[in-house]
Structures are given as C-alpha cells and as structure tokens.
C-alpha cells in the first residue's frame, strides 16, 4: 500500500465524523507523512516535483474522499505555490520546507464581508515601515483559519496593495471558529480579526503593489485548479455510490437500475465526470507546457467541474433516497461541498464573465490574424 492509498484508507471512515468535530491536526501529520503537501514544490524544499497532471490526479483522489481533506491539500498548496514563485531565496528557504512538512499549517485570508469574487473592495490595511509593519482588519471564511499557525493575508497600505505572511500566535490576532455551515464543515473555517498585529518586513511577498495583481493571482490560480481535479473526484464517488444503490436496492420486487429515469441519471452524471476530467486534463497539459491560455483553461475546469460535482451529488441523494439524508451520508455531504465549490475561488457567474472575454479575444485575434493573412 502506497503512502496515499494509507492516507486515503484511514480518512475515508474518519471523514463522516469531520463535519462535527473538525479535521484533527493529525490528518496534517498524515497528509505529511503522505508527502503531499507541497508535492509539486521543489524537492529541496521538501517537495517532490511532481508536474501539474500528478498534482491534479492527487487532489481527485483526495477529493473523492473528503473535499475537506482535499482542501488542506489545496491550500497548504496555495501558499506554498505564492511563496515559491513570488518569495525571495531567504523566504523560500524559511517557509516551503515548514510547509511541506506539515509543520506548520497555512491559511490564506483574503475575503471579506465587502470582498469576495472582487477582491478590490479589500478595506484591511498595513501601516508603518522600516523592519516591522502592522496589520489591522477583518478576514472571513478563512479555511483552516482555526488551525493555522500562517496565514497569507491580503491587504491595502500607502504604497499599494500588501501581501504578506502573518503568523496567528500573537496579540492583535483572534480566531473565530465556525460551525455548522453549509459545507466543508471538517475545514477549521473562522474568521480572524486583526489589530495592529505584527508583521516583520521580510514577511512581506513581492514588493508593495503585487499583492492582489501578482501575489494572490498564483495562490487562486493553484486553488482553482486543484478544486477542479478534486470536484472530478467527488463526481466519481458519488456516481458509483449512485450505481451500486440502484444495482443493489429493489422495490416492489424491481432493482432501481431498472428504471429508465435512473440510468439515465446515471448516464448524464458519468458524461459530465468525464468532459471535467478532459478538461482538467487540457489545462493540466496547458499548465505543463505553459501554454498562454492555461489560466482560462483552469476557469473552465473548475466551472465544469464544480457542476459536475454539484449535479452528481444531487443526483446521488436522490437515487439514495432516505439512505442519501442520513447524517452519514457521504453523498449528502459531498452535495453540500459541491455547493461550496461553486462559489470559491471565483464563483461561477464571475466565471463565465471571465470565459465570456477570453472567448470574445480569441474571435478578435482570429479576425486579426485573417485580415493580416488576406493582405499577404
């Protein structure tokens, strides 16, 4: 048994009791020992190297687990991913190896009531200069809040937009623990509020004024694309379940699978898992050879397969039945994360704004390039 196949043996029972009690910390001690957290970083900073397309497949078998497993995994990544690309030689050696070793867990902080999809509306603020700046607002929804020793925090300052690395174990730092939510439930999602808490100059990404264009740009692009594989996860799962329910259960004497109604829902869940995993697969591919196009092909990854998700899960609770609404149900929370992932990382009417543009410049280059070839 691989050191993933023992991650993904222990947390797929443990998972159902997450969504009461929290992922534990040991599920980062495992993830670690795994040796996915950071997979695609360097391996002398504690990474493997792996490429898009193995970090992708990674992510969809952790999906089709637990999404909040899924998502420890995306955002460790998130981060690890901002400060390997944006970080100096000194904050690379610093942070990437506690990263990728589990040893410290991160979170990254860049909603807020007024800032979501729109990250432009931020209002938290950094002051002062020299060695030492200080941090003060409020951040929403930060997943793994409640856990994290570091979060990467977004905000405004008098020399332009700020990102930095702010350590939680400190004053001016309070964490707020959610419950209940509608999903990823097992995520260690809070609020953190922030007054005047310390952030040392070499905390700081990239210099002021890349950190919403540059900075964050990487950390959401990262998440979005490991989202997109572990939806495709999640979609898997929940048709097989879907599958053996309607094979193994009768009614009346007559198997559900039986029923037209059924297989065609089970047909339509399995053509949309698979168009996602094509296209998780091209921006993978994209991504790999660096291709121009691979963020817009990362967006329409994620958008399909967020849907896939979100449409195979409702699927799977319906076919389930009462057995789908149990309190254990792994399809009844899959349904409820698939919601999540919808919204994320770019919900999916901004989404299809985004596509929408791409679309409209790829037919103008198109014209362009015709034109110039009629006058030749």
């Not at 900075?215 to 799962?237: E, F, N, P, Q």
Request: aromatic share 6%; proline share 3%.
């Amino acid at each position: 048994m691989s050191e993933l196949d023992t991650l993904l043996h222990w947390a797929d029972p443990a998972a159902a009791g997450w969504g009461s009690t929290g992922m534990p910390r040991e599920a980062v001690t495992a993830a670690a020992l795994a040796g996915v957290l950071g997979m695609d970083r360097p391996t002398r900073y504690g990474g493997r190297g792996a490429d898009a397309l193995a970090t992708g497949r990674v992510a969809a078998e952790l999906g089709a687990v637990c999404t909040s497993l899924r998502s420890l995994f995306t955002v460790q990544g998130m981060v690890a991913a901002t400060v390997d690309r944006w970080g100096t030689a000194e904050q690379r050696t610093r942070w990437l190896p506690a990263l990728t070793s589990g040893e410290l867990v991160a979170g990254l902080a860049a909603t807020e009531a007024g800032a979501g999809s729109d990250l432009s509306g931020i209002t938290t603020r950094f002051t002062g200069s020299g060695p030492e700046r200080r941090v003060s607002g409020r951040k929403v929804w930060v997943t793994f809040g409640a856990l994290a020793d570091v979060v990467l925090i977004a905000g405004g300052s008098e020399d332009g937009p700020v990102a930095a690395l702010v350590e939680t174990d400190q004053p001016g730092v309070e964490v707020e623990p959610l419950t209940g939510q509608l999903g990823m439930r097992g995520a260690r999602i809070a609020h953190l509020t922030f007054d005047e808490a310390r952030v040392p100059t070499e905390n700081i990404i990239a210099r002021p004024g890349f950190g919403l264009s540059h900075v964050l740009a990487t950390a959401l692009d990262h998440g979005r694309y490991t989202i997109a594989w572990g939806c495709t996860g999640m979609a898997r799962t929940c048709l097989a379940d879907a599958a053996a329910h309607a094979h193994d259960r009768t009614q009346s004497g007559v198997r559900l699978s039986d029923h037209n109604s059924v297989r065609a829902m089970l047909g339509r869940g399995w053509v949309d898992m698979e168009a996602a995993q094509a296209l998780c697969t091209r921006a993978a591919h994209h991504r790999i050879d660096r291709d121009p196009t691979a963020q817009f092909t990362t967006i329409a990854a994620k958008y399909a397969a967020a849907a896939a998700a979100a449409a195979a899960s409702e699927r799977a609770v319906q076919i389930l039945g009462a057995a789908g609404c149990a309190p254990d149900s792994r399809a009844g929370r899959f349904y409820r994360d698939a919601k999540i992932m919808q919204i994320i990382e770019g919900a999916r009417e901004v989404a299809e704004q985004d596509l929408g543009e791409f679309v409209l410049r790829s037919a103008g280059r198109s014209r362009a390039e015709s034109a110039a070839a009629a006058v030749r």
